[in-house]
DNA sequence: CCTCCACAGGAAGCGCAGGAGT
DNA sequence: ACTCCTGCGCTTCCTGTGGAGG
């Protein structure tokens, strides 16, 4: 008996499924079309600056890349080098191997290194050697290799910034090293303000060449959507309206295409599950709102206990007096409350560092400001609904009680 | 024009975790 | 068993600062 309703689910949602997504892998962030539609003059240029010298036998400039998110720098990237290993590759004499790292996951001096010795092949540990063997052994690898390696480091700003340019250094004058390999860096960033904190010898190694991706306009937008959504999705199961809004959507939002691309996908999710037969305008806002908390909620849950308090502590005071709270407000309150559980508070230093983290996360507005003879402060109050934000923090049982107590205020 | 508030945020360094080499 | 390595969260100590009020 129950394996019949089984069935009849199992049919029920592969029906639901083929519905609206034809190839729903197609709308993620990772993948990259055949077709970059928009982007031919970078594609151009991305390989003319590669190509030129490898058919001469020379080693291509390092190269720079910027644009805002979501402009097609990886994916642009992650093409020129599949047209190089497939294309270019079997005209020359020696071997060109190429690798992308995302610096956003591996943003430390050792996780970089790391990476390149398991891209070589070269069994290292997760920790524990010091950086400069790391080094040696993708100095000794490339002394042991001959021709090209091109080395692309993918959102560089977030591991400079916080690990210093000093590896990018090395890695800059790895060439004169002695090895038989001839190495090429990349760089690419979405920070356009990026080279001013390098070291101006990196700066301008780095930048030998340089490539700046314009955002897309709504109207490049709605062309990729549409290109994306014939391979993605059903003939009849999408509006215009809806592509439409996908696309000024994102373009408000520096022309991303990841944003508009996610948008349609979880709209088409929506859809799905309501069983409708098209993407609406009305499942992408639902996609829109659904996504921000979505974010809200992974990111209140994954911080640390004293970061989830002071949230806990501008959620309360907030509450009490319906106005932007000042840092030393939050601090004092902060204070108060560890006592009250029993913890041991952080130093104001680091409470202010934390803000600045939730700032940074997007959780709460902090605004410098200056009151004159009564000191400089920040104001801070929440960004995202408060009572989403309660709910997120009673997640965590320790605050389970003090979240109740909060919530009755009122 | 100067002062001085209430913090901001830089620099250095500490203790610990987690691992490698010896 | 011991030393050495880096990353991480944090503290301690510190200098810097926009502008209202004198």
Redesign the pocket.
Known sequence: MSSFKLDDLINKLSERTSRIFKNRETLRPDYIPDELPHRDKEIYKLAEILFHPLLRGDRPSNIFIYGYPGTGKTATTKHVFKMMKEKLAPRLQAPVSSFIINCKID?????ILKEINDFFNIPT????????ELYSRIVKELKRRNGYFILALDEIDNFVK??GDEILYKLTRINSEGITTKVSLIGITNDLHFKEYLDPRVKSSLSEEELVFTPYTAEQLRDILYARARIALFENSYTDAAINLCASIAAKEHGDVRRALDLLRVAGEIAERRNDEKITEDHVRDAMKIMERDKIWEIVISL?F?SKLVLLVITALQQKFFREI????V?EEYVRLCKEIGQ???????V?????ELDMGGLIK?T?T?????????FISLRIDKDEMLRALKEDERLEAIVQVISSWH
Request: net charge positive.
């Open positions: 943003d430390t001096n050792y996780r540990p997760h920790t524990g050697l010091s950086l400069a916080k690990s640390p004293h000042m840092t030393g407000e601090y041991e508070p952080l130093t104001a230093r680091r202010s560092d934390i803000l600045n902090a410098l200056s009151k004159g003879r009564y000191g400089r402060t920040k």
